[in-house]
């Protein structure tokens, strides 16, 4: 990710103070030569005087709607300000790449500009406020403060009001080079002890300063020419954030904003962030009574309720059932083993980081696992292998434990325990492609039965650091692209991300909100089968190394989870509600013939709960709703009498009364058609 925006904590300028000496030469030099070429990428090129900015420059080469779309230019690969002079890109020759807002880093630039404006406003509406960091972020920006009054949600109208006013009168965003020592002297009788901090830590001469009105932050850039560009932000939400993140240092109060271009993208984000904090599933996972997180047991630990515990028991039903059609046998393995097969795996010196500390039981270490990979491995190793027996398909919900740091930790999201849906295929080189291909195949299927046919595929190639022969390196890679390329999706190849021990495709889905989430992955891998030496007979009578791949579909059964409960708003499709239907009465008379249905109903399979409080009827239906039960039933003289139940439907429709049998037989029909419908077998 582009990461090199100011004001985010590492306020120098690249070797300014390089280019600067370089520069007062080359001025001198220039000021002689006159001009500098100024053109644009397979464009018109123009002359220029180096004390013209890039902005004049660009003005003489483009007009109208294109110039007043650029916000910034690319010179070189580097993103510069339309106020730089000329002169200061020491470059004879100038070819000018225009960025606009519509570009990820035009918006970058954008969303880090409506940041300065923020802290300009705090700083004139609350004085006594120091300033530390504020980067760009995904929809916008935040910023740090250090102010010993508790900022609230209720200043946020205020502080938009006055940044609104920065951004009318369109205050220009001023850029200053300036010796390190200069910056020093200002942030120190401002008394900006942050910057301060950060500056002590730049080793170049210069750095650059960024002023709007009359304040001057310590910024990299590059920035917008004038605040007029930054008319469509909104204050969002305040946290608590330790200096640096690290806890030991004063806790700051960040203020989070979101900009757009334009006031129509920031409507629609406010939009989806609306709808977000309704479906977030911490929220829905608690009104839903799913599962709870309980600081007696630890954080990041998930403890799944019934009814969540019954949502996941359908989920693994479903993939279990789904993985032995497809040929694979389920494997359980313990949750812990010696220490040693850790260093075998490598884990214990690669991924250390990502582990708990190991237990000794007599006297030998333990470690409880991050992965599943080496039991299956284990279990590989019980027998002799022959090429007849690939491609041998194993899959396990196998739990394991990483550490994550408590900040990170989020919902069913991201944890410290979870159950992965794990498997590893073991197989001959020319059977890699069949067999990703038959994963994706697996993959797809099963995303869609869940209810997600929008995803980003992407296939990350050889890293910088790796195990491996280039050729098998290149035959996996080769096998993988085939695969895609035969199941015709379409994917983006991620250049050097893959796996120290081989080439990956990673797929993330999109939810009804449109937000992607890191889901599937299938990864191949050269180096354990290594490490643990195993083997098989191959035709020729000899021992050869199989090709091992590691794949998660869902990735792991809380986060997946997690995701479903957004991407339903918590009202799951029937096949998959833990509780399908709710019997209701309305006086207490009616309490045995809900007793004999219920129980009926039980039998029959149905996922169903009685409600016989002495409530009123509506209030009973609302409460079903609110916790999305798919069907209401309720039951009356009347229907006692004809030993029926009414249906109402979650979203209120009614259906005509019918008995129990013709309830069941409706429920089963309307599961078995959910699920097809999105593609599994019924
Ligand atoms: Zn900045
Ligand atoms: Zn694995």
């Given at each position: 990710?582009?990461?090199?925006?100011?004001?985010?904590?590492?306020?120098?300028v690249?070797?300014?103070?390089?280019?600067?000496a370089?520069l007062?030469k080359l001025a001198?030099?220039?000021?002689k030569m006159?001009?500098i070429?100024?053109g644009?990428?397979e464009?018109?090129?123009?002359?220029?005087a180096?004390?013209?900015?890039?902005g004049e420059?660009?003005a003489?080469?483009?007009s109208?709607?294109?110039?007043k779309q650029?916000?910034?230019?690319?010179?070189?690969g580097?993103l510069?300000d339309?106020?730089?002079?000329?002169?200061?890109?020491?470059m004879?020759e100038?070819e000018l790449?225009?960025?606009?807002?519509?570009?990820?880093?035009?918006?970058e630039?954008l969303?880090?500009?409506t940041a300065h404006?923020?802290?300009?406003?705090?700083?004139?509406?609350?004085?006594?406020?120091k300033?530390?960091?504020g980067?760009?972020?995904?929809?916008?920006?935040y910023y740090?403060?250090d102010?010993?009054?508790?900022?609230?949600?209720?200043d946020?109208e205020?502080?938009?009001?006055?940044m609104?006013e920065?951004?009318?009168t369109?205050?220009?965003?001023?850029?200053q080079?300036?010796?390190r020592?200069e910056?020093m002297?200002?942030?120190e009788?401002?008394g900006e002890t942050?910057?301060?901090?950060?500056?002590?830590e730049?080793?170049a001469e210069?750095?650059?300063l960024?002023?709007?009105?009359?304040?001057?932050?310590?910024c990299?850039?590059p920035?917008?020419?004038?605040?007029?560009?930054?008319?469509?932000?909104?204050?969002i939400?305040?946290?608590?954030?330790?200096?640096?993140?690290?806890e030991?240092n004063?806790m700051?109060?960040?203020i989070y904003?979101?900009?757009?271009?334009?006031?129509?993208?920031?409507?629609?984000?406010?939009?989806a962030l609306?709808e977000?904090k309704?479906?977030?599933?911490?929220?829905?996972g608690?009104?839903?009574a799913?599962?709870t997180v309980q600081d007696e047991?630890g954080?990041?630990?998930?403890?799944?309720?019934?009814?969540?515990?019954?949502?996941r028991?359908?989920?693994e039903?479903?993939?279990?059932?789904?993985?032995?059609?497809h040929?694979?046998e389920?494997?359980?393995?313990?949750?812990?083993?010696?220490?040693?097969?850790?260093?075998?795996?490598?884990?214990f010196?690669?991924y250390?980081e990502n582990?708990?500390?190991?237990?000794?039981?007599d006297?030998?270490?333990?470690?409880i696992k991050p992965?599943?990979?080496?039991?299956?491995?284990?279990?590989?190793?019980?027998?002799?292998?022959s090429?007849?027996?690939?491609p041998i398909?194993?899959?396990?919900?196998?739990?394991?434990?990483?550490?994550?740091?408590?900040?990170?930790?989020?919902g069913?999201?991201?944890v410290?325990?979870?159950?992965?849906?794990?498997?590893?295929i073991?197989?001959?080189p020319e059977?890699?492609?069949?067999?990703?291909?038959?994963?994706?195949d697996?993959?797809?299927?099963i995303l869609?039965?869940?209810g997600?046919?929008?995803?980003?595929?992407?296939?990350?190639?050889?890293p910088?650091?790796?195990?491996?022969s280039?050729?098998h390196?290149?035959?996996?890679?080769?096998?993988?692209?085939?695969?895609?390329?035969k199941?015709?999706?379409?994917?983006?190849?991620?250049?050097g991300?893959?796996?120290f021990?081989?080439?990956?495709?990673d797929?993330?889905i999109?939810?009804?909100?449109g937000?992607?989430?890191?889901c599937?992955t299938?990864q191949v891998?050269?180096?354990?089968?290594?490490r643990?030496?195993?083997?098989?007979?191959g035709?020729?009578?000899?021992?050869?190394?199989?090709?091992?791949i590691?794949?998660a579909?869902?990735?792991s059964?809380e986060r997946?989870?997690?995701?479903m409960?957004?991407h339903?708003?918590?009202?799951f499709?029937?096949w998959?509600a833990?509780?399908q239907?709710?019997?209701?009465?309305?006086?207490?008379?009616?309490?045995?013939?809900v007793?004999?249905?219920?129980r009926?109903?039980r039998?029959a399979?149905?996922?169903?709960?009685?409600?016989?409080?002495n409530?009123?009827l509506?209030?009973?239906i609302?409460?079903?709703?609110?916790?999305?039960i798919?069907?209401m039933l309720?039951?009356?003289?009347?229907?006692v009498?004809t030993?029926t139940?009414?249906?109402r439907r979650?979203?209120?429709?009614n259906?005509?009364?019918m008995?129990?049998?013709?309830?069941?037989?409706l429920?089963?029909?309307?599961c078995?058609?959910?699920?097809?419908?999105?593609?599994?077998a019924a």
């Amino acid at each position: 990710m582009w990461r090199r925006l100011g004001a985010d904590g590492r306020g120098a300028v690249f070797g300014v103070g390089a280019a600067i000496a370089r520069l007062q030469k080359l001025a001198g030099r220039m000021n002689k030569m006159a001009e500098i070429t100024v053109g644009l990428k397979e464009g018109q090129r123009t002359q220029c005087a180096p004390t013209a900015t890039v902005g004049e420059a660009l003005a003489t080469l483009v007009s109208g709607k294109q110039r007043k779309q650029t916000l910034a230019v690319r010179i070189d690969g580097r993103l510069v300000d339309l106020t730089t002079p000329l002169a200061e890109l020491a470059m004879p020759e100038v070819e000018l790449e225009l960025v606009g807002a519509d570009a990820a880093d035009g918006l970058e630039i954008l969303r880090h500009s409506t940041a300065h404006i923020m802290a300009q406003a705090v700083r004139s509406l609350f004085g006594a406020v120091k300033v530390a960091i504020g980067p760009a972020i995904d929809n916008g920006f935040y910023y740090d403060f250090d102010r010993a009054e508790p900022f609230s949600t209720d200043d946020f109208e205020r502080i938009e009001a006055k940044m609104l006013e920065i951004a009318r009168t369109g205050q220009l965003f001023t850029r200053q080079v300036v010796s390190r020592q200069e910056a020093m002297a200002l942030f120190e009788q401002q008394g900006e002890t942050y910057k301060l901090e950060l500056l002590r830590e730049i080793e170049a001469e210069t750095v650059t300063l960024y002023q709007t009105g009359d304040f001057v932050d310590l910024c990299r850039g590059p920035h917008v020419p004038h605040a007029g560009w930054l008319q469509a932000f909104k204050l969002i939400k305040l946290a608590g954030a330790y200096w640096r993140g690290d806890e030991r240092n004063p806790m700051l109060q960040r203020i989070y904003g979101a900009a757009f271009a334009d006031k129509k993208a920031l409507a629609a984000y406010l939009h989806a962030l609306e709808e977000a904090k309704k479906r977030d599933h911490r929220k829905l996972g608690k009104e839903l009574a799913l599962f709870t997180v309980q600081d007696e047991v630890g954080p990041g630990l998930i403890l799944w309720q019934p009814k969540g515990a019954l949502l996941r028991k359908l989920i693994e039903d479903y993939w279990k059932e789904e993985h032995y059609r497809h040929d694979y046998e389920l494997l359980y393995t313990p949750h812990i083993a010696r220490l040693d097969m850790w260093k075998t795996s490598g884990h214990f010196d690669f991924y250390a980081e990502n582990m708990y500390a190991p237990m000794v039981i007599d006297e030998v270490q333990y470690q409880i696992k991050p992965m599943n990979c080496p039991f299956h491995i284990a279990i590989y190793k019980s027998s002799r292998r022959s090429y007849r027996d690939f491609p041998i398909r194993w899959c396990e919900l196998g739990t394991v434990y990483r550490y994550e740091r408590t900040g990170v930790l989020h919902g069913l999201l991201r944890v410290r325990g979870f159950t992965q849906d794990d498997a590893h295929i073991f197989c001959r080189p020319e059977q890699l492609e069949d067999e990703i291909f038959n994963i994706l195949d697996l993959n797809l299927h099963i995303l869609k039965t869940f209810g997600f046919d929008q995803y980003d595929v992407y296939l990350s190639t050889r890293p910088e650091k790796y195990v491996g022969s280039d050729e098998h390196w290149q035959q996996a890679t080769e096998a993988l692209k085939q695969a895609l390329e035969k199941k015709g999706l379409a994917y983006q190849i991620d250049p050097g991300e893959g796996v120290f021990y081989g080439p990956k495709i990673d797929i993330k889905i999109k939810d009804v909100l449109g937000r992607s989430w890191q889901c599937s992955t299938i990864q191949v891998d050269f180096n354990l089968p290594e490490r643990f030496q195993i083997g098989y007979t191959g035709e020729d009578g000899k021992e050869h190394q199989p090709i091992m791949i590691h794949r998660a579909l869902m990735g792991s059964l809380e986060r997946f989870i997690g995701v479903m409960i957004e991407h339903y708003a918590g009202a799951f499709p029937l096949w998959l509600a833990p509780v399908q239907a709710r019997l209701l009465n309305i006086t207490d008379s009616q309490a045995g013939f809900v007793e004999t249905a219920y129980r009926e109903m039980r039998a029959a399979g149905l996922r169903v709960e009685k409600d016989l409080r002495n409530e009123k009827l509506n209030y009973k239906i609302r409460e079903a709703q609110l916790v999305k039960i798919p069907y209401m039933l309720v039951i009356g003289d009347r229907e006692v009498e004809t030993a029926t139940v009414t249906v109402r439907r979650r979203d209120g429709s009614n259906l005509p009364a019918m008995s129990v049998a013709e309830f069941v037989a409706l429920v089963r029909q309307e599961c078995a058609a959910g699920r097809r419908l999105n593609g599994a077998a019924a």
